[in-house]
């Protein structure tokens, strides 16, 4: 497998406070990716992260990605109740297919 | 906005049943693709087609076939469903930034074998 955790994982936190995603992987990529799946709906891409690039920011969101470390982190500032979904990361080279961790569960409450 | 069409959006049948999901995309893109999401929420690709060539195949097993008329329809149809078929079907498209590949995912088809 691709990833260190395939498992779900879960988290659980009040609207308002910050949240650290991570995912960890095992082999080269130039690319992660963050996508988010709220209930009933396909994974939408939230964020993209390259191998030259140590942070990446759109709105609240904060992405890493440690490629000594093979891992990356997603994070969500502020969080609101409409933030409740599943978060998976996802890597490829370039030419390569696109293949999901296991993802995390976030239920925000209100 | 939603731009991949799944249909049906839930599908309930019977053990040794055949089932057909078609999935539609408007992006003008030229892959597509079949993931299957279990109860886990673990995403797992199926088939991808370009251009109407098959691309991958993740050695599901045979009783799945992709059929594609256009780049803009890629469908699904399961020959004699298994229990182990009960999952989330998801459709994608795609298209590439910079190299890197972006999915767009249509809302799913959820397949319960009694």
């Known amino acids: 497998s691709q990833w260190g955790e395939e498992n779900l994982q879960a988290l659980s936190i009040q609207e308002g406070e910050d949240v650290t995603m991570n995912c960890s992987y095992k082999t080269y990529t130039t690319v992660v990716q963050w996508y988010r799946q709220k209930s009933g709906k396909g994974p939408a891409q939230l964020i993209l992260i390259r191998s030259n690039e140590r942070e990446k920011r759109s709105g609240r969101l904060r992405a890493t990605l440690d490629t000594s470390s093979q891992s990356s982190s997603l994070s969500i500032t502020g969080t609101l109740a409409t933030d409740t979904a599943v978060y998976f990361c996802?890597?490829?080279?370039?030419?390569?297919?696109?293949?999901f961790g296991g993802g995390t569960r976030l239920t925000v409450r209100p | 906005e939603t731009a991949v069409f799944q249909t049906p959006n839930y599908h309930v049948t019977q053990v040794g049943n055949e089932v057909s999901f078609n999935c539609k995309q408007t992006?003008?893109?030229?892959?597509m693709y079949w993931y299957k999401q279990d109860s886990k929420k673990l995403l797992k690709i199926m088939f991808s087609y370009n251009n109407k060539q098959l691309i991958v195949n993740e050695t599901v097993p045979r009783r799945f076939s992709p059929q594609s008329s256009d780049k803009a329809h890629l469908n699904l149809r399961i020959k004699s469903v298994e229990p182990e078929d009960s999952a989330v079907y998801l459709c994608?498209?795609?298209?590439?930034?910079?190299?890197?590949?972006?999915?767009?995912f249509g809302h799913g088809t959820k397949l319960s074998v009694l």
């Open positions: 994608a498209s795609s298209t590439r930034d910079r190299g890197n590949e972006r999915l767009f």
């Open positions: 996802a890597t490829n080279n370039a030419g390569a297919k696109l293949t």
């Open positions: 992006l003008g893109h030229d892959t």
